[in-house]
């Protein structure tokens, strides 16, 4: 602390030594200024009087003439402007001058003489003399500049002084710890209050911005009546809504009691049920409509796409229409599509499950999109090139890279399409029967193909007769309708036909028939390889089915089970054969009370669906007729080999 404090008092010494050594130079300065302003003055002076006697004494006077002269000092102004460092001093010096010394001039005795004025007679009465005139001087005006420079002045650095000179005494005071911990923390509490002032004020904003954000804005009934009918808005309703039924509609029971389990378990062993799990139908689509078609989605398990042809009480309404049902939104379709005609067959894509395929009363091949709107993203004109009856066949095959669509009309054409190119088809093949009575046309009103099988296929004709068609030459048969070999056993229109599933290939060949005749054959076919007879030869059916009463419209097999198949009829009766069990009797069967137009398995084959003329989708169970048995296909192929032998 002794050594801080001696070295404060040296400074102290050094700064009063600077002011002092500060002073004099100043009083020095003040010195210089005021000796070169006084020498300057009395230079100006003594120059002019020097000026003014020279100009006068250059006069020549008469030696003999005294004058008596009336004197006066001499005026003289003079202006001047100050003296200072950087500033100029312009004096201007007017000069008067009466004579009042005597000087030698000629005059005559008695007279006086003056400069520029006459002389009065003297009381003396001796004789008036006048002056001879004199002219005045001239002088003239100049201008001069006086420039003052000071002095430099000296500025002495000493390395021992670093600080200013004007730093307050109270300054260099020795702080005590306290003393600097005491401002420390001011300075400290001072930043912090700063802080959480900053901090309180942007909290504020921010609280207030939240407020407005969250303050209700309410709308005047013309922007709600506009929000209510513009078409986004409609759309995201429909949207978000779908979303939350699908999220509520859980078959759940959430009253279960596992105690029961067991017990419960023991009585659903009792066998084989067709139980009826949910109805789909909306008065905005369906009111009026019959069910045309059914197909579900190979990707999405949950859709079922439905067919329905014109309402005759609204023909404002489309003619036809696509519904596509979601069996967990169960009070409205996930999508629906419009059709220029009644829509009488609907398939769902192989190969994208976004498109969905239909075959319209009007001859047309419509293709919707569900990523797309409402109408038709492609369909085929109304020229002659196509179709220009109705379309109840249609058949997607090939593989994913390479895949066309067959149709077949009740004009006796069948045609393949490219699916991105409806313009017209790739290829047509028309199919005549010389043997017909009226016309050699052969009206088409079913098709499917074989499995595996992409260039053969049979179809079902409105004679009640099935026949071959090969899409392309081959050994021993021509393109086109073989009609050497029928399938003759129906009286009445076939209405649907339909091959076996790949289950196995022992029975790849087998497909059933439905007619109107109120009956349903089990048919196999006759290898597409082998060359076609040279005579008109009939082909009987494996067994025929005939425990209906009126119009069998539809029959599919199972996909999972070789032996079971499900038949729908005009009296609205669904049912379930399982030719392991019973050839002549269904093993379950469901009434809906109205006629059943179609019928279709999901892929899994646990549910089929089935519609009709009241515009209703059901869908029902099959219960343990979904799960296969390990002799299925032994039993089965046993059955088989009956019909055959």
Same mark, same amino acid.
Not at 483 to 494: E, K, W
Not at 543 to 569: C, I, L, T
């Given at each position: 602390?002794?050594?801080?404090?001696?070295?404060?008092?040296?400074?102290?010494?050094?700064?009063?030594?600077?002011?002092?050594?500060?002073?004099?130079?100043?009083?020095?300065?003040?010195?210089?200024?005021?000796?070169?302003?006084?020498?300057?003055?009395?230079?100006?002076?003594?120059?002019?009087?020097?000026?003014?006697?020279?100009?006068?004494?250059?006069?020549?006077?008469?030696?003999?003439?005294?004058?008596?002269?009336?004197?006066?000092?001499?005026?003289?102004?003079?202006?001047?402007?100050?003296?200072?460092?950087?500033?100029?001093?312009?004096?201007?010096?007017?000069?008067?001058?009466?004579?009042?010394?005597?000087?030698?001039?000629?005059?005559?005795?008695?007279?006086?003489?003056?400069?520029?004025?006459?002389?009065?007679?003297?009381?003396?009465?001796?004789?008036?003399?006048?002056?001879?005139?004199?002219?005045?001087?001239?002088?003239?005006?100049?201008?001069?500049?006086?420039?003052?420079?000071?002095?430099?002045?000296?500025?002495?650095?000493?390395?021992?002084?670093?600080?200013?000179?004007?730093?307050?005494?109270?300054?260099?005071?020795?702080?005590?710890?306290?003393?600097?911990?005491?401002?420390?923390?001011?300075?400290?509490?001072?930043?912090?209050?700063?802080?959480?002032?900053?901090?309180?004020?942007?909290?504020?904003?921010?609280?207030?911005?939240?407020?407005?954000?969250?303050?209700?804005?309410?709308?005047?009934?013309?922007?709600?009546?506009?929000?209510?009918?513009?078409?986004?808005?409609?759309?995201?309703?429909?949207?978000?809504?779908?979303?939350?039924?699908?999220?509520?509609?859980?078959?759940?029971?959430?009253?279960?009691?596992?105690?029961?389990?067991?017990?419960?378990?023991?009585?659903?062993?009792?066998?084989?049920?067709?139980?009826?799990?949910?109805?789909?139908?909306?008065?905005?689509?369906?009111?009026?409509?019959?069910?045309?078609?059914?197909?579900?989605?190979?990707?999405?398990?949950?859709?079922?796409?439905?067919?329905?042809?014109?309402?005759?009480?609204?023909?404002?309404?489309?003619?036809?229409?696509?519904?596509?049902?979601?069996?967990?939104?169960?009070?409205?379709?996930?999508?629906?599509?419009?059709?220029?005609?009644?829509?009488?067959?609907?398939?769902?894509?192989?190969?994208?499950?976004?498109?969905?395929?239909?075959?319209?009363?009007?001859?047309?091949?419509?293709?919707?999109?569900?990523?797309?709107?409402?109408?038709?993203?492609?369909?085929?004109?109304?020229?002659?090139?196509?179709?220009?009856?109705?379309?109840?066949?249609?058949?997607?095959?090939?593989?994913?890279?390479?895949?066309?669509?067959?149709?077949?009309?009740?004009?006796?054409?069948?045609?393949?399409?490219?699916?991105?190119?409806?313009?017209?088809?790739?290829?047509?093949?028309?199919?005549?029967?010389?043997?017909?009575?009226?016309?050699?046309?052969?009206?088409?009103?079913?098709?499917?193909?074989?499995?595996?099988?992409?260039?053969?296929?049979?179809?079902?004709? &409105?004679? =009640?007769?099935?026949?071959?068609?090969?899409?392309? %030459? /081959?050994? @021993?048969?021509?393109?086109?309708?073989? !009609?050497? *070999?029928?399938?003759?056993?129906?009286?009445?229109?076939?209405?649907?036909?339909?091959?076996?599933?790949?289950?196995?290939?022992?029975?790849?060949?087998?497909?059933?028939?439905?007619?109107?005749?109120?009956?349903?054959?089990?048919?196999?076919?006759?290898?597409?390889?082998?060359?076609?007879?040279?005579?008109?030869?009939?082909?009987?059916?494996?067994?025929?089915?005939?425990?209906?009463?009126?119009?069998?419209?539809?029959?599919?097999?199972?996909?999972?089970?070789?032996?079971?198949?499900?038949?729908?009829?005009?009296?609205?009766?669904?049912?379930?054969?399982?030719?392991?069990?019973?050839?002549?009797?269904?093993?379950?069967?469901? &009434?809906? =009370?109205?006629?059943?137009?179609?019928?279709?398995? %999901? /892929?899994? @084959?646990?549910?089929?669906?089935?519609? !009709?003329? *009241?515009?209703?989708?059901?869908?029902?169970?099959?219960?343990?007729?979904?799960?296969?048995?390990?002799?299925?296909?032994?039993?089965?192929?046993?059955?088989?080999?009956?019909?055959?032998?």
């Amino acid at each position: 602390m002794d050594h801080r404090r001696e070295e404060l008092e040296k400074k102290r010494a050094k700064l009063a030594e600077l002011r002092r050594q500060r002073e004099e130079r100043k009083r020095t300065v003040m010195q210089l200024r005021e000796q070169q302003s006084s020498a300057s003055s009395k230079i100006d002076s003594q120059d002019i009087n020097d000026l003014v006697n020279s100009l006068v004494g250059d006069r020549a006077r008469s030696p003999t003439s005294q004058l008596s002269t009336a004197s006066g000092t001499p005026g003289l102004s003079r202006e001047a402007s100050g003296v200072g460092r950087d500033r100029s001093i312009s004096s201007t010096t007017s000069v008067g001058t009466q004579i009042g010394s005597p000087v030698p001039r000629a005059a005559t005795p008695g007279s006086s003489a003056a400069l520029g004025t006459s002389t009065a007679p003297n009381s003396t009465g001796s004789n008036n003399m006048v002056a001879a005139p004199r002219a005045l001087p001239e002088f003239k005006t100049t201008e001069m500049t006086i420039f003052d420079f000071p002095p430099k002045e000296k500025i002495v650095y000493n390395k021992e002084v670093q600080t200013s000179e004007s730093i307050d005494a109270t300054d260099t005071v020795l702080l005590t710890e306290e003393e600097i911990e005491r401002r420390v923390k001011e300075i400290r509490d001072k930043d912090e209050k700063i802080r959480t002032t900053k901090e309180e004020e942007r909290a504020r904003r921010e609280a207030e911005t939240k407020a407005k954000e969250n303050e209700t804005k309410r709308l005047t009934e013309e922007q709600r009546g506009r929000i209510l009918e513009s078409g986004d808005f409609a759309s995201f309703v429909d949207q978000k809504s779908r979303i939350m039924e699908r999220a509520i509609d859980e078959d759940y029971d959430f009253m279960v009691d596992y105690t029961l389990a067991a017990a419960k378990d023991a009585e659903d062993t009792g066998g084989e049920k067709l139980e009826l799990t949910l109805a789909f139908h909306d008065d905005k689509v369906s009111r009026n409509r019959s069910v045309m078609d059914l197909a579900w989605s190979s990707r999405f398990p949950e859709l079922v796409a439905a067919a329905y042809n014109r309402n005759p009480v609204a023909p404002n309404d489309p003619d036809g229409i696509v519904a596509i049902w979601n069996t967990h939104l169960r009070e409205r379709p996930e999508f629906v599509f419009y059709a220029p005609s009644d829509v009488l067959r609907v398939s769902f894509s192989e190969f994208n499950p976004n498109i969905i395929v239909g075959g319209a009363y009007s001859g047309q091949i419509l293709l919707w999109d569900t990523r797309s709107k409402a109408h038709p993203v492609l369909k085929t004109p109304l020229t002659a090139n196509g179709h220009t009856h109705p379309v109840y066949s249609l058949k997607v095959v090939g593989s994913t890279n390479a895949h066309q669509l067959i149709s077949a009309s009740t004009d006796g054409l069948v045609c393949s399409w490219q699916l991105d190119m409806l313009a017209q088809p790739q290829e047509v093949i028309e199919l005549a029967h010389p043997a017909h009575l009226r016309t050699d046309e052969v009206s088409v009103t079913c098709m499917d193909f074989a499995d595996n099988e992409t260039t053969a296929f049979i179809v079902g004709t &409105a004679e =009640g007769v099935a026949y071959q068609v090969n899409r392309y %030459d /081959r050994a @021993g048969s021509k393109a086109g309708l073989n !009609g050497f *070999d029928a399938y003759r056993a129906h009286t009445a229109p076939i209405n649907s036909l339909n091959f076996h599933p790949p289950s196995s290939s022992e029975f790849a060949d087998l497909f059933l028939t439905t007619s109107s005749d109120w009956t349903m054959r089990l048919w196999r076919a006759r290898p597409a390889a082998k060359p076609a007879s040279t005579a008109p030869s009939d082909i009987s059916p494996l067994h025929a089915f005939d425990a209906f009463e009126d119009y069998v419209y539809d029959a599919r097999w199972s996909p999972v089970r070789p032996s079971v198949f499900a038949s729908a009829d005009g009296t609205g009766r669904l049912s379930l054969w399982n030719l392991n069990q019973n050839l002549e009797l269904p093993v379950q069967t469901a &009434a809906s =009370g109205r006629s059943l137009n179609k019928l279709a398995w %999901d /892929r899994p @084959g646990r549910r089929i669906a089935t519609g !009709g003329v *009241d515009g209703t989708v059901y869908i029902y169970d099959v219960g343990d007729l979904s799960t296969p048995r390990a002799d299925d296909h032994s039993k089965f192929a046993h059955v088989i080999s009956e019909f055959t032998g």
